[in-house]
């Protein structure tokens, strides 16, 4: 069986997160959604339908089923995609799930109502829900790794599992808000403070004192200090220091310097406005609270002061005294937003990325070279 996340016209909307990544890659919750669509369904062979620059990381087949990539599956979704035969399409009451062929066989998704994603910001406002659920899916009649005793815990303690090499010592662990998943060799640090939800990837890290409040993902490698409050962290991304970060989605590959302090409401408590990729101007939304939004491998130097609803492209070095624009074009440099020339941006990028015993591949090179010219 292959199964082919379709971005379905979403491209747009979740830059710059989706720049560098199909709709399909987006990680929500615990899991990506391929990741997700895999353990659903372990025999499938999972590819993408995406921009064509993106192909050559993230391959297109043919002879598929074809999913709606901004649907959240569960297992109840892909059982019935699983029997779609011929040219029939699943549905449900807000549009299409998933089809073979032309699709012209409708067949009603029998169920309760799938999360869908729709805007960049349903990542970290949807992210509790999809978290409960990832934990259910992941931990379900499996044995927790044994708690420390240093440790105290608040709420019901069947909702921490640890997996195997997961280390956590003298930290407050309160699940009356979700649940805590710490994930293969993923540790936190003493003296940090925790209230569910809570998802860490393998080999990511709480730092000493870190603070914590949910739904937080820190994606596969990320460190993470400070305090942050419903934020998504992509793999091998870093906050290190002491610093605000809230109702926010960070990239691969970012770090983020000491103090960095992001706003995520206005002082007049008004809906935010937000910068479109679609249109390429500053736009009304219908959310109070949002943080930043930053593309894989862009940083910022110590003491940045985020606005309210910053977003901030792929590969960009942000640094100055004065909070800078809301929104900062991929390949910037500096405060007033001077070009980044490419090849630093790549020797940087794999500077980083070395320390972990990676570099970047041929695949990706091109991908930021895209970018680069058509940003």
């Known amino acids: 069986m292959r199964i082919q996340l379709h971005d379905n016209g979403k491209h747009l909307d979740f830059a710059p997160l989706t720049l560098t990544r199909p709709v399909g890659n987006l990680r929500i919750g615990i899991l990506t959604n391929d990741e997700r669509w895999k353990k659903l369904l372990p025999q499938a062979e999972i590819t993408f339908e995406s921009e064509d620059y993106l192909s050559d990381k993230f391959p297109f087949a043919s002879n598929a089923i074809v999913v709606n990539a901004c649907i959240i599956p569960t297992q109840e979704i892909a059982n019935q995609v699983a029997t779609l035969k011929g040219n029939e399409e699943l549905y449900f009451e807000g549009g299409w799930i998933a089809r073979v062929g032309t699709g012209e066989i409708l067949k009603k998704y029998e169920g309760e109502q799938p999360v869908v994603l729709e805007h960049r910001w349903d990542l970290f406002q949807k992210n509790d829900e999809v ?14 790794v044994q708690l420390s005793s240093t440790n105290i815990i608040i709420g019901n303690p069947n909702l921490i599992f640890l997996e195997k090499g997961a280390r956590v ?19 936190i640090m003493e003296g940090s403070i925790v209230r569910g939800g809570l998802a860490m990837c393998e080999y990511s890290v709480l730092k000493l004192g870190a603070k914590v409040y949910g739904a937080t993902t820190l994606g596969p490698h990320c460190k993470v200090g400070g305090e942050v409050n419903n934020v998504i962290f992509y793999a091998y991304s870093n906050k ?6 809230g109702n926010s989605v960070i990239g691969e590959w970012c770090n983020l310097g000491a103090d960095t302090n992001t706003s995520n409401l206005k002082n007049n408590y008004s809906l935010v406005k937000a910068y479109s990729y679609r249109t390429k101007e ?27 609803a910053t977003v901030v492209g792929v590969s ?15 390949f910037s ?3 007033h937003g001077d070009q980044y020339d490419f090849q630093k941006a790549i020797v940087s990028a794999n500077n980083m990325m070395k320390r972990r015993g990676l570099e970047i591949t041929e695949a990706e090179n091109k991908l930021l070279k895209h970018i680069f010219d058509n940003k």
Do not use: C
């Not at 978290?131 to 044995?143: A, F, G, M, P, V």
């Not at 500053?282 to 309210?308: P, R």
């Open 169 to 187: 010592e003298a930290a407050i662990l309160n699940t009356n808000e979700g649940p805590i998943y710490i994930g293969e060799n993923a540790e």
């Open 316 to 330: 960009s070095n942000v640094y100055g005294a004065e909070f800078p624009p809301k929104h900062i074009a991929s």
């Open 333 to 335: 440099w500096g405060q």
């Open 240 to 245: 290190g220091h002491d610093g605000f970060l």
């Open 131 to 144: 978290l409960r659920s990832d934990y259910e899916l992941l931990t379900k009649n499996r044995t927790t």
């Open 282 to 308: 500053i736009e009304n939304t219908d959310v109070q609270f949002m943080g930043l939004f930053m593309g894989d491998h862009s940083k910022s130097g110590i003491n940045t002061m985020f606005n309210t």
